[in-house]
């Protein structure tokens, strides 16, 4: 009996219903045999590139995020287009826009990464190391936290297997790009600051404060208790550079403007501490926002409440792809340790 009459023979009564009126199950692994055969010399990697040149929406933001020359990504896609048949890619010097062939191959081949990481995952055991994408400035008690939550404490006793003990291997990643990382299997959590835009992810918070002013301690209004709208009128406001965390970085400033605060943003890598302080220290109109405990135990930074019963919040979510391993267990943590989830 060869394999595929031994799983025909298992499948279970009425499994066929899932497909057309009179396909076996045989039927369908015949055919998935042949279609496998026609797409042989097809590679995942030329998916990916094809995938993120169409978020991209530029050739050279795509080779950029890839990490490979635009050259090589150019001809990676004309490979492409040939081995299809069509061009898939309309160029100009704006950048690239979708054929209808294009968009019809697009519309098939999308789901094709999460489909074979679901089987991968359905089948392969547990893994020891989760890669975790980080955004910038996250509180090293939200890591303990999470920490905590997905792997629990580490091993006591020197007789521990550490080749058996789950780990987290975590890295910084913006938020903006997690989303991508994400959908492709290269982290399988991210660590985000909400409210963000991507679809299919599940969320689960772990750290929910309201926002306090920051300045150094040398600041002029580092003596202030409460500084008032009008004080902080006068200050810019250190914030995000473009592209990063957008969902967070748009909604702030706007529930500031409808407190009365109009800052002037002054854009920073939020991801290089350094630079942070750097820039704090160096202007006396100049001012963060953070929340209390996160600045808590810095003592070259002051902390101040917004004058306001409704200040915005900072808050912190574990994210998973839906569907996934990841997400199962996020989910079960979260009931475990009071994180609020969300499923989408």
Known sequence: MSVLDEWTSRAPRGASAAYSPGTSQNDVVLRAVSDARDVDDFDMRHLRYFLTVVRAGTVSAAAQELRISQPSLSQQIRRLEQRVGAALFIRSSRGVELTTGGRAFLTEIQGIPSQLRSAIAAVAPAPRIWPVGVCGGVPADVLTEVHLGLVGPPPKGAKADRDTVAKLRMRSVNTTDQGELLRHGEIAFGIVRLPI??????????????LGVVMAREHPLAHRTEPSWDDLSRQ???????????????SVPAHLARLGWNSMLHPVDQDQHALFMHALQTSVDLVALRPRRAVLQDPHLVWRPLPTSRPPRERLAVTAVVGTRSARLLQQVADERGWKFFAQ
């Open 236 to 250: 810019r406001l250190l914030w995000y550079e473009d592209g990063c965390a957008r969902g967070f970085a748009d």
């Open 197 to 210: 835009e991507t679809p299919d992810l599940v969320r689960a918070v772990v750290w929910d404060e309201p």
